[in-house]
């Protein structure tokens, strides 16, 4: 499937909190799913409604294979992509064209 945006995204409870990696084809839609505790068990159980990281492709199995990378990272890894990316931690949702 090319042609559609796909976006490999990271989610936070806190800085240096617990952390959610994902993909999906509409990243607004997603986050704020995330942020209201519906979609995953897992992002509502530790309270991960911050959206600290992404990247855009145009292609499924790029952004799916690209999603498998990180999520083998050793931890610190993730934060310091986090922190090149978005050093204060801020909430990136707002910054999204909805």
């Known amino acids: 499937m090319i042609g559609r ?7 936070a409870s806190r800085r240096n909190g617990t952390l959610y990696i994902g993909v999906t084809n ?14 995953s068990q897992f992002t ?4 991960i409604k911050t ?5 855009h492709y145009g292609d499924v199995r790029e952004a799916i294979a690209r999603e498998k990378q990180p999520k ?14 978005n050093p204060e931690w801020r909430d990136l949702h707002e910054t999204l064209n909805h």
């Not at 945006?5 to 989610?11: E, Q, R």
């Not at 509502?44 to 309270?47: E, L, P, Q, S």
């Not at 083998?72 to 990316?85: S, V």
Request: proline residues 0%.
């Open 44 to 47: 509502a159980k530790y309270g």
């Open 26 to 39: 509409h990243l607004g839609a997603r986050a704020f799913q995330h942020r209201n505790g519906v979609g």
């Open 5 to 11: 945006d796909y976006s490999v995204y990271i989610m």
């Open 51 to 55: 959206l600290v990281w992404y990247e």
């Open 72 to 85: 083998k990272w050793e931890r610190r890894w993730k934060l310091e992509l986090i922190e090149r990316f």
